[in-house]
Nanobody, 111 residues
Framework: QVQLVESGGGLVQPGGSLRLSCTTS????????VHWYRQGPGKQREFVAT???????EIANSVKGRFTISRDAAKNTVFLQMNSLKPEDTAVYYC?????WGQGTQVTVSS
């Protein structure tokens, strides 16, 4: 059964950084784009970033310039590097590929 497993969330102060990881099987990683979404408290789930199997990326305007997405083929892992974090970035961050969602990882930005 195909799974996506996120990790790397936690509590960070405003202005800090975190790197989230999404690990999946090679059958997903090598052939499908992988997306990051997030859902803040009381908000709808929203798109954050995408990376295709050929490395083409797209970043949401709300996080552009602060977040980057990358992939490590040797580890079948997609990373979301989050810098200059703000309290409004607080959310559960989810990985999505081929219609399959991960379980999510909590990111809390607070002093």
């Amino acid at each position: 059964q195909v799974q996506l497993v996120e990790s790397g969330g936690g509590l960070v102060q405003p202005g800090g950084s975190l790197r989230l990881s999404c690990t999946t099987s090679g059958s997903i990683f090598n052939y499908y784009p992988v997306h990051w979404y997030r859902q803040g408290p009381g908000k709808q789930r929203e798109f954050v970033a995408t990376i295709t199997n050929s490395g083409i990326t797209e970043i949401a305007n709300s996080v552009k310039g602060r977040f980057t997405i990358s992939r490590d083929a040797a580890k079948n892992t997609v990373f979301l590097q989050m810098n200059s974090l703000k309290p409004e970035d607080t959310a559960v961050y989810y990985c999505l590929a081929r219609g399959i969602w991960g379980q999510g990882t909590q990111v809390t930005v607070s002093s």
